[in-house]
């Protein structure tokens, strides 16, 4: 069953986080009149709907008794004040790992960009065998690295791409490439510790989730008046909203939840390698859909490497080889 829901949530991210990536997408290119609408109110409607379903699912969990569910989160949250306050710290990091992926494809290309963000898979595990004392055999280290050189070919800037790059001055560039390094970092210590809290504690995945919401809303909210508070001002909250952008926004609500899945009952590594499928995805139905990428055969390549990786991570030779530890 445990393995079952493993894959099943894995599936589900595959299918969430590639169906988000291309109606953002298209939202963010869309012509429209009038004012776009601004992601960082978008981050915090996520937020909010991402909690209102987890209150749901924990009002289900207490047979659909409203007393039973006041009471809990009554003495999950609010009797538990420092385990609530554990969740601020991957909430303050994934606020400023959104904003400085801002600040990265402010600078960078978007293929010199997604390439140098994979390196969050490596650091994910790195993190995960230094904080959870997690042990990877020769083959999971080996499909690591399979993985990066995939994703890099299937993410190879093209020459036009590489002819676009070079219209950015140096200084920008280094600001862009300083700026997803430390996005790498924080997502994978981020990602490790909010398993390593799940994982250690008996509260269910769902009270985790309200309280990483509740911290999230109040970081997100920070990033809309620090950020957007001029253009909030003139034009208000949910200016430019429209049902693709609510599409986007209960997607991302989704992908939270669909996250917390599968550290639950997987690990932050397949989810890195969930996310690599993905992209292969989104890329594909560009090409077939949206019509605005060409795929070439460095990419099939990368494909099948990518492919490869995923089945050798989780190989179990027999009988099992002594696993390394760094």
Known sequence: ?????????????????????????????????????????????????????????????????????????????????METLKLAIPSGIYTLQNNLLYVALSNLDAATYQVTYQLKILTTALFSVSMLSKKLGVYQWLSLVILMTGVAFVQWPSDSQATAAKEHSAGSQFVGLVAVLIACFSSGFAGVYFEKILKETKQSVWIRNIQLGFFGSIFGLMGVYIYDGEQLSKNGFFQGY????????????????????????????????????????????SYFWLQDFVPTSVFFFGAVLVIAATFLYGYDPKPAGNPIKA
Not at 54 to 59: D, E, K
Not at 267 to 279: E, H, Q
């Open 1 to 81: 069953m445990s393995t079952n829901l493993k894959y099943l949530s894995l599936g589900i991210l595959v299918f969430q986080t590639t169906s988000l990536v291309l109606t953002m997408r298209y939202s963010r290119t869309l012509k429209e009149e009038g004012p776009r609408y601004l992601s960082s109110t978008a981050v915090v409607i996520a937020e909010l709907l991402k909690i209102l379903a987890c209150v749901l699912l924990v009002y289900k969990d207490s047979k659909c008794n409203l007393r039973t569910l006041n009471r809990v989160l009554h003495d999950e949250i609010l009797n538990k004040p």
């Open 242 to 285: 429209n049902k693709l952008t609510w599409v986007v926004v209960v997607l991302q609500a989704l992908g939270g939840l669909v996250i917390a899945a599968v550290i639950k009952y997987a690990d932050n590594i397949l989810k890195g390698f969930a996310t690599s499928l993905s992209i292969i995805l989104s890329t594909l139905i």
